[in-house]
């Protein structure tokens, strides 16, 4: 029997609600040349298949809650030449960072009969936290387009092509009319990350800032356009939805709390 030789792809999960492998999945016919193309060496949403390392491509969705997670996605960073992140939960923490800033402790007393079985830590962190990583894909969940992009330029030997710019660039890309300025509605547009191709925008919905900032991120300079259209409170739920504890969008958290307290 000749030797496999085709690089190996794995997937690994962690804190998160498996929307990002889910997308993954969602690429049907384009998945199937792709499988031809690697070893699906570990993706338990998927196969039961478990292939041993090293790894060629992996691909990280979820993030860092418990002791034992900070200590295998250690194990999976010596083992992968390749790793890249899936989704808002790797990049940033997710919905659950929203712990970050609450009492772990009094919660789970609120929750379980018996919290001393616990063994979580106080915060929800993004995997670049604790380990390198060579690239992050943004979303919750991510693009599918987006995805496939990345392992075909990986597969192929070119570097993958991901833009860093805000989703106003893809909303004067697809004509979409400004929602903050011609129809006065609170939209992240200016400071998030682009990737989505603007989905809220063209189904006349701002932007909520599901794929978190873009590099650039301004917050401050968005602080006044958001406050002359929507309520504080609302505009630190806007930060809070998705990408809770990404640095640029908790100072705009933060700006909108000023503002709340000075009205």
Not at 4 to 21: E, I
Not at 196 to 215: H, K, M, N, Q, V
């Amino acid at each position: 029997m000749t030797e496999d030789r085709r690089p190996k792809l794995a997937v690994w999960k962690f804190a998160s609600c498996d929307g990002c492998q889910l997308s993954l999945l969602d690429c049907e016919d384009e998945l199937l040349m792709v499988a031809g193309a690697v070893q699906i060496a570990q993706f338990t949403e998927a196969t039961r298949t478990v292939l041993p390392g090293p790894y060629d491509i992996s691909l990280v969705e979820g993030s860092i809650t418990t002791p034992h997670d900070a200590e295998r996605i250690r194990e999976i960073r010596r083992s992968s030449k390749l790793l890249i992140t899936i989704g808002a939960c790797a990049t940033a923490g997710g919905v659950q960072a929203l712990r970050n800033t609450a009492d772990v402790a009094e919660m789970a007393r609120a929750v379980y009969p018996h919290p001393e079985y616990l063994d979580v830590l106080a915060t929800s962190t993004p995997i670049a936290d604790h380990v390198d990583v060579d690239l992050e894909l943004r979303g919750c969940p991510i693009d599918k387009g987006q995805l496939l992009h990345v392992l075909t330029s990986l597969l192929a030997g070119r570097p993958p092509q991901i833009r860093d710019e805000p989703v106003c660039v893809s909303c004067k890309r697809a004509g979409v009319t400004c929602i903050l300025v011609a129809e006065g509605r609170a939209c992240l547009g200016p400071v998030t990350h682009g990737g989505c191709g603007a989905l809220c925008p063209r189904y006349d919905r701002g932007c909520f800032g599901c794929y978190g900032p873009a590099g650039d991120a301004n917050p401050e300079a968005l602080a006044r356009p958001l406050a002359a259209v929507a309520q504080p409170e609302q505009v630190a739920r806007l930060y809070s939805t998705i990408n809770p504890r990404a640095e640029a969008f908790e100072r705009g958290r933060r700006l909108a709390v000023l503002g709340q307290e000075e009205t």
